[in-house]
């Protein structure tokens, strides 16, 4: 039962590279989101999707896009990565909104 | 908006010892509530949830939490904690019935990190 799988599981970037961190999951879930994790903060939404081909920005979107092409995959894109968007990167999928969210591993972004 | 404040960002405690876990929350709109726990270099799981009905909540691995409309907080309680329930704690509100923009996704504290000592 994989659920919610994210790669890659950590990643060095210098500043002003792209990349793109993947997600996919396998429960059919329409809802998925990504969040950051910073020290003391909490989780914070980055982008939010309510089913293929509907995205919507969260709390800190900027530096960040992302697609839903699929149902099963939500890929988030770092345009030109900062040291700001250092962090740990976590992707969630729900069937429904007020239903449990299902969490993957985590990215582990480093941006020197 | 909605928001969630979790009162503190470290709990030690003794083994076998009773531990409160404390959130409150804000928002204009009838809320779910969530209490998630992450152990080191994973994911978040989910312990328990709030969506109507009894206000006494229970989850995985003995913990409970309580809803308290008046008081707009929603703690969680664990009446003896083990070595291995060592884990950061996060508090998160969801807005019930119709909602827009981001406030359909979840929005979390800012975590209580829970450590159980010998």
């Not at chain 1, 396998?26 to 980055?46: A, C, F, K, T, V």
Request: net charge neutral.
């Amino acid at each position: 039962n994989a659920g919610v799988t994210q790669t890659p599981k950590f990643q060095v970037l210098k500043t002003g590279q792209s990349m793109t961190l993947q997600c996919a999951q396998d429960m059919n879930h329409e809802y998925m989101s990504w969040y950051r994790q910073d020290p003391g903060m909490g989780l914070r939404l980055i982008h939010y999707s309510v089913g293929a081909g509907i995205t919507d920005q969260g709390e800190v979107p900027n530096g960040y896009n992302v697609s839903r092409s699929t149902t099963e995959d939500f890929p988030l894109r770092l345009l030109s990565a900062a040291p700001s968007q250092t962090s740990v990167y976590f992707c969630a999928s729900s069937r429904q909104q007020n239903t449990e969210a299902f969490f993957g591993q985590g990215t582990r972004l480093t941006v020197v | 908006a909605q928001s969630v404040t979790q009162l503190d960002s470290q709990v030690p405690v003794f083994e076998e010892a009773p531990v409160e876990l404390r959130c409150n929350y804000s928002s204009s709109v009838s809320v779910y509530l969530f209490w998630y726990v992450q152990y080191p270099n994973q994911g978040l799981q989910l312990l328990l949830k709030y969506l109507s009905g009894s206000t006494l909540v229970k989850g995985i691995n003995g913990f409970e939490a309580e809803f308290n409309k008046s008081q707009t907080s929603f703690h969680l309680r664990k009446p003896s904690v083990h070595i291995s329930d060592t884990a950061e704690y996060f508090c998160a509100v969801l807005s019930a019935g119709f909602s827009s923009g981001s406030a359909r996704q979840l929005t979390f504290g800012s975590g209580t990190q829970l450590t159980v000592l010998p």
